[in-house]
């Protein structure tokens, strides 16, 4: 993972948020790049971004898929 500044040229790339996104707030965008995957937090748009390897964002989209990040109602 790596960190940006958000005033880099990334504000233009295209930003989606996901379709299951709702309007509480703590919401995320994505936006793909040269090898790799940037997420930003959409509330805040002077906040850092996040930048990953497209693998790394992959595996962990594989793997949320499973399930395995969601919460379990466990302390």
């Not at 996104?21 to 995957?37: K, L």
Request: charged share 20%; net charge positive.
């Amino acid at each position: 993972m790596d960190m940006s500044n958000p005033h880099d040229g990334i504000d233009r790339l295209n930003w989606r948020k996901s379709a299951r996104s709702i309007n509480a707030g703590n919401c995320t965008e994505v936006a793909s790049g040269a090898g790799f995957v940037l997420v930003k937090d959409s509330q805040d748009p002077q906040s850092l971004v996040l930048r990953y390897p497209v693998g790394a964002w992959q595996s962990f989209l594989s793997t949320a898929r499973t399930g395995r990040f969601d919460p379990t109602g466990r302390c």
